[in-house]
């Protein structure tokens, strides 16, 4: 499974941005998804999650409320909708995948549970 996640850019604090992670060989249907971001020294920190089966869906409470995650199997590519974004929310965004089986409802949220990682996507919010 090769992940490849791409729209991150620069953007005014309030503004929008949708982030999206494109996989490639192998069925994404059989795959949770975990977005996950990480600035220069400090920790990689959790975002975002949804399940192969895209029903269940957890937030960071710094995002609940403002981030919006969703997939397209059709289109093997998971996406990370983000409204209202503020200076604390610039990053390298990385998706990550984990085999959980075919369209269940599980989420691994740590980040060494997820084997499959894209190669980061920077987001830079200007006040």
């Known amino acids: 499974l090769q992940l490849q996640a791409s729209g991150g850019g620069l953007v005014q604090a309030g503004g929008s941005l949708r982030l999206s992670c494109a996989a490639s060989?192998?069925?994404?249907?059989?795959?949770?998804i975990g977005w996950f971001r990480q600035v220069p020294g400090k920790e990689r920190e959790g975002v975002s999650w949804?399940?192969?089966?895209?029903?269940?869906?957890y937030y960071a409470s710094s995002v609940k409320g403002r981030f919006t995650i969703s997939r397209d199997n059709a289109k093997s590519t998971v996406y990370l909708h983000m409204d209202s974004l503020k200076a604390d929310d610039a990053a390298v965004y990385y998706c990550?995948?984990?085999?959980?089986?075919?369209?269940?409802?599980?989420?691994?949220?740590?980040?060494?549970?997820?084997?499959?990682w894209g190669q980061g996507t920077q987001v830079t919010v200007s006040s």
């Open positions: 949804i399940s192969s089966s895209g029903t269940s869906k």
């Open positions: 060989g192998a069925n994404l249907q059989y795959y949770a």
């Open positions: 990550a995948a984990r085999n959980s089986g075919y369209r269940t409802i599980v989420i691994p949220t740590v980040a060494n549970q997820y084997p499959f």
